[in-house]
Nanobody, 115 residues
């Protein structure tokens, strides 16, 4: 049973930083892709950042230069460093894993940016 557990969310003031973590456990086959998505109330779930098995990264335009995705392969963990946070970054952030067999989602972690 593969599980994805996110952590690191919380309440932060505009301009602040947070670091999200997603730990993958279980019987994992070849990982192709790991990504962070977010969903604000009443909106669709959108890609924030992703990293492939060969280290290629991709970012939404709205977070380029502020967010950084990284992966610790030895720990099967993916991180999202979020700097210069804005109120519009407020959302539930979800981790996604794609392997050669199927895709998996975490349960989400709330990020709230407010003064």
């Amino acid at each position: 049973q593969v599980q994805l557990v996110e952590s690191g969310g919380g309440l932060v003031q505009p301009g602040g930083s947070l670091r999200l973590s997603c730990v993958v456990s279980g019987n994992i086959f070849s990982i192709l892709f790991m990504g962070w998505y977010r969903q604000a109330p009443g909106k669709q779930r959108d890609l924030v950042a992703s990293i492939t098995n060969i280290g290629t990264t991709n970012y939404a335009d709205s977070v380029k230069g502020r967010f950084t995705i990284s992966r610790d392969g030895g720990k099967n963990t993916v991180y999202l460093q979020m700097n210069s946070l804005k109120p519009e970054d407020t959302a539930v952030y979800y981790c996604k894993l794609i392997t050669t067999r199927r895709e998996y989602w975490g349960q989400g972690t709330q990020v709230t940016v407010s003064s």
